[in-house]
């Protein structure tokens, strides 16, 4: 294999073919196109191109563009001569140099804050402070670990993980979008492209409760925080989980009632102006993130069920957010194949994840905080590290492209310690009011992530050497979703042929047992 990843077999002008398509596509994903259709109509104007087409919507509109800008940008490189587009581009970009008056500001920019989002900045950092000075304390012991006591806990992991097998399986009526775990592991919530979610308890997969939650298809699920767990306090009447739909719509719903096709969500969340396709809870504040198609991604206020902020950053669909483990920062991908890391507690974006070529669909943070996988429908997953600013690793992903993701979290990440009513962990506390970490030992949480795709298939892949260990297989169609419960007792999926299947050792323990 030569340093360009091609087999020796393949000729090299079919080689030189890929590559040049490779780095066209980059491209053409790097340049900025706007996200607000009248201005997209007048820049082909500009451009001398038709502002529609017969049949075209907002989304072909703007590929249009963004080809139109691709071919130009060739076209000055190659040095054709100037066309009267490249004259007039060149002389817009003037304009707005030289006339500073008329409000227009190139680059990063910023509008001024509600008092709201700044009162939310605040808590956030509050919160964050402290999360984050435990996580570092006992990551701080963990280095001091032996290299082969490493490696032996990991050959223990990959040995459980290899012995995951097909447990069970349920129908649904309509392809199935999403499934999530509940934080106990008893329930999972599944989302069809029906608009219904039902609970199903674990491991009988009979559904406990059942809802028509959207007028379109259910895009994301989210559990509240500890909601399940008998010591939380999270009570059954109140917020539970939420979900999300192609109508626009977040709906907050508690476990109050049973079995019943009418039940009423708490609240409904308003404010997309199209399908919002996932959903993710901070993991202290009251607080729930949204992805929309409609180019934001957005923060909510769950006690009051109001809007604080719609960000603006992607050139595209956005089609995932995800927080990290201390919730001082979210990570969002779209359709542009970027991915971004905000800075919760300023607004500011600290890092872009540049390097897919197609649609980023599956996100998570690792429990470390801070590194990020995203998967891709150009097969791969990728590490990005904030401390390093950069990718780290490029893994092989399901091979027709990755639908979901999930890094598994565990129990024994300081992120995931119970909080005590002092605000911090219920562990044995130092002198200086911090958590004091347990005996350090190699934790089993960050040790392996999962992904389904559109080649049938859950994949389970160690995340220290990013060596493939189980492929789940048992769908007859696409895989759109996959989750793990926070001991690895039970794996789950769901997919395009309508069914829900869950999945464990036949002796039934975890990675833990």
């Known amino acids: 294999m030569d340093n360009n990843g091609f087999t020796s077999h393949v000729a090299p002008e079919r080689a030189n073919a890929i590559m040049s398509q490779l780095q066209r596509q980059r491209r053409a994903a790097a340049i900025v196109v706007p996200t607000d259709d009248n201005e997209i109509r007048a820049r082909l104007r500009e451009l001398g191109q038709p502002i529609t087409l017969f049949g075209e919507g907002r989304s072909e509109r703007r590929d249009r563009l963004r080809e139109l800008l691709t071919q130009q940008q060739e076209a000055i490189e190659a040095g054709v001569g100037d066309t009267d587009g490249d004259r007039q581009m060149r002389e817009d970009d003037q304009d707005q140099q030289d006339q500073d008056e008329d409000g227009v500001v190139q680059g990063e920019f910023w509008s001024e804050g509600s008092e709201a989002i700044l009162a939310v900045r605040q808590e956030i950092a509050r919160m964050s402070v402290k999360r984050a000075a435990r996580r570092i304390q006992f990551q701080k012991q963990e280095r001091n670990i032996h290299v082969e006591t490493h490696t032996e806990h990991r050959n223990k992991i990959k040995g459980k993980l290899q012995g995951i097998e097909l447990f069970g399986s349920q129908t649904a009526d309509r392809p199935v979008s999403i499934t999530r775990f509940s934080p106990n592991g008893e329930l999972a919530a599944c989302g069809d492209w029906g608009g219904t979610v039902k609970l199903l308890d674990i491991p009988n997969l009979n559904t406990v409760k059942l809802v028509k939650a959207h007028r379109e298809r259910v895009g994301g699920i989210s559990w509240y925080p500890n909601a399940t767990l008998a010591s939380s306090g999270v009570s059954k009447d109140s917020l539970n989980f939420a979900s999300a739909g192609g109508d626009g719509l977040i709906k907050l719903w508690s476990l109050a009632s049973q079995i019943s096709g009418t039940s009423q969500p708490l609240a409904t969340l308003a404010g997309h102006d199209d399908k919002v396709i996932k959903i993710d809870f901070h993991p202290t504040a009251p607080l729930l993130a949204s992805a929309s198609h409609d180019g934001h991604w957005g923060l909510w206020d769950v006690r009051t069920s109001s809007k604080i902020l719609l960000q603006d950053g992607h050139s595209r669909e956005v089609t995932n957010v995800v927080f990290n483990g201390d919730g001082s920062l979210l990570a969002s991908a779209g359709m542009d194949s970027v991915g971004r890391i905000?800075?919760?507690?300023?607004?500011?974006?600290?890092?872009?994840?540049?390097?897919?070529?197609?649609?980023?669909?599956?996100?998570?943070?690792?429990?470390?905080?801070?590194?990020?996988?995203?998967?891709?429908?150009?097969?791969?997953?990728?590490?990005?590290?904030?401390?390093?600013?950069?990718?780290?690793?490029?893994?092989?992903?399901?091979?027709?492209?990755?639908?979901?993701?999930?890094?598994?979290?565990?129990?024994?990440?300081?992120?995931?310690?119970?909080?005590?009513?002092?605000?911090?962990?219920?562990?044995?506390?130092?002198?200086?009011?911090?958590?004091?970490?347990?005996?350090?030992?190699?934790?089993?949480?960050?040790?392996?992530?999962?992904?389904?795709?559109?080649?049938?298939?859950?994949?389970?892949?160690?995340?220290?050497?990013?060596?493939?260990?189980?492929?789940?297989?048992?769908?007859?169609?696409?895989?759109?979703?996959?989750?793990?419960?926070?001991?690895?007792?039970?794996?789950?999926?769901?997919?395009?042929?309508?069914?829900?299947?869950?999945?464990?050792?036949?002796?039934?323990?975890?990675?833990?047992?």
């Open 342 to 513: 905000w800075d919760l507690r300023t607004g500011r974006t600290t890092m872009i994840l540049e390097g897919h070529i197609k649609t980023i669909h599956g996100l998570d943070w690792g429990p470390d905080c801070y590194r990020v996988l995203t998967g891709s429908a150009d097969a791969s997953v990728r590490c990005w590290d904030l401390r390093m600013v950069k990718e780290v690793s490029m893994i092989a992903g399901n091979s027709n492209g990755v639908t979901d993701l999930r890094w598994f979290k565990g129990t024994d990440a300081p992120s995931n310690w119970p909080e005590a009513a002092n605000g911090v962990s219920d562990h044995e506390q130092s002198s200086d009011g911090l958590a004091r970490p347990p005996p350090c030992s190699p934790k089993f949480s960050g040790t392996f992530y999962i992904s389904s795709g559109f080649d049938h298939n859950v994949r389970i892949v160690l995340a220290d050497t990013w060596t493939p260990i189980r492929t789940l297989s048992g769908h007859s169609g696409h895989v759109l979703s996959t989750d793990v419960t926070n001991d690895a007792k039970w794996f789950i999926s769901g997919g395009y042929d309508r069914t829900v299947k869950l999945w464990s050792r036949e002796d039934g323990t975890g990675v833990y047992g």
